[in-house]
């Protein structure tokens, strides 16, 4: 039988390769609009949670829905330079819909629609419309209404339009798996590691022998060279050392009541305590770079 110790194992090293994550919300290159768990248990202590993560990700010039997985029998995973990954990407609203409503990170003024998942929904320019949403404007043209500010107003009627289907949840779990729960908001970490190969000092000396910016701009050493690299590495490991202790799933209810509920199949032991924060307004600096 499968444990919640085995569940809550596999959430915390999630990293199946250099490419998988664990559900960031906070991504700094996407504006957060939405997020969904849903909570999946099969025969044969088969177990899945798939997150989804809706956000406007101006390099990549559209509302992405990420779909993670997290399990001990996902399947059709996503494969990138050789290695597997633990998600992908849906685009609910028609591209060329899109494309054409918006400048870059605004809407046009003519914009009046997108089609999201073949249905037109009406766009909205009233800027009280977004005030009386809790949505107020800001960046570098707080005039106009960023498109994260027109996703966030849309999504609050219609949600089920841009959240995954059962065949985008399904794509890389078996179809025999159960949805036993769903949740809207939950209290959640961010839990980011970095992953750290380790080089040899040998290594370090051939990167200092080639990088001539270091050597003649900077006027490093490469006694220094070697030092400043050691630093960023020690750095770098006690910033794991923090991610670990304090934002690992293990580490707080939220995944802990979920190993439960997969392991017992009884949504009822989930009773959180701690006020659900994944709300976009909570995590302002989404989207910051």
């Known amino acids: 039988m499968i444990t919640e110790d085995e569940i809550l194992s596999q959430l915390d090293n999630y990293k199946l390769g250099y490419y998988c994550q664990f559900i960031d919300l906070g991504h700094v290159y996407s504006y957060l609009i939405d997020s969904r768990l849903n909570i999946f248990k099969g025969d ?3 177990w899945a949670i798939v997150a989804e993560r809706l956000g406007f990700n101006p390099r990549a010039g559209g509302i992405m829905l990420d779909i993670y997985y997290f399990g001990n029998c996902l399947i059709n995973l ?3 330079n050789g290695q597997d990954t633990n998600y ?7 591209w060329d819909t899109f494309c054409d409503s918006v400048d870059v990170e605004f809407l046009r003024p003519n914009a009046k629609f997108w089609s999201i998942r073949n249905k037109q929904v009406e766009l909205s320019h009233n800027k009280q419309d977004y005030l009386d949403a809790g949505i107020e404007p800001g960046g570098y043209r707080p005039e106009e209404i960023s498109v994260e500010m027109a996703g966030r107003l849309l999504i609050t009627k219609n949600r089920d339009l841009f959240r995954a289907t059962d065949e985008e949840l399904y794509k890389s779990i ?6 036993i729960m769903v949740i809207d908001e939950w209290y959640h970490r ?3 590691e970095i992953i750290q190969p380790t080089i040899s000092d040998e290594h ?7 990088n001539k910016l270091v050597k003649l701009q900077l006027g490093l050493s490469e006694e220094e060279f070697i030092a400043m690299f050691r630093q960023q590495e020690t750095r770098t490991e006690e910033w794991n050392q923090n991610q670990w202790q304090d934002n690992r799933p ?6 802990q009541m979920i190993a439960k509920v997969i392991t017992t199949g009884d949504t009822s032991f989930y009773k959180p305590t701690l006020k659900p924060n994944t709300h976009w307004i909570n995590w302002q600096d989404s989207g910051s770079l």
């Open 204 to 210: 370090v000396k051939q990167t200092f022998d080639i």
């Open 88 to 94: 992908y990407t849906v685009l609910p609203i028609d």
């Open 190 to 192: 961010d839990f980011n």
């Open 78 to 80: 996503e494969n990138y």
């Open 250 to 255: 293990s580490s707080y209810e939220t995944w």
């Open 174 to 179: 078996p179809k025999e798996l159960k949805k």
């Open 44 to 46: 044969n202590d088969k």
